[in-house]
Nanobody, 119 residues
């Protein structure tokens, strides 16, 4: 499956952005999806994920209550709604997909989209 993230840009602290990740080349509903980010000079970190049928979503503590992950299997797209943005959310954001919900590693990765949050 090929993944393409979009929707990044410049936002002010307290603002919102919605990232999208469109998939092609596979059966979208078969995959568990996740969002990751990598800030300048830091390691990539897991932001959150969503199960195949959207029954389960999970997010790192630092974004809980601010970021929401959703998916539309009919549109082959996963979203990351980011509210109450903070400068520390500045990073390149990546979407990823995996077959198994029981493994930590992801099988497919998209190119990132840059999010910059100004104070």
């Amino acid at each position: 499956v090929q993944l393409q993230a979009s929707g990044g840009g410049l936002a002010q602290a307290g603002g919102s952005l919605r990232l999208s990740c469109a998939a092609s080349g596979g059966t979208f509903g078969d995959y568990v999806l996740g969002w990751f980010r990598q800030a300048p000079g830091k390691e990539r970190e897991f932001v959150g994920g969503i199960s195949r049928s959207s029954i389960s979503t999970y997010a790192r503590d630092s974004v809980k209550g601010r970021f929401t992950i959703s998916r539309d299997n009919a549109k082959n797209t996963v979203y990351l709604q980011m509210n109450s943005l903070k400068p520390e959310d500045t990073a390149v954001y990546y979407c990823a997909a995996k077959w198994s919900p029981y493994t930590t590693g992801y099988d497919y990765w998209g190119h990132g989209t840059l999010v910059t949050v100004s104070s």
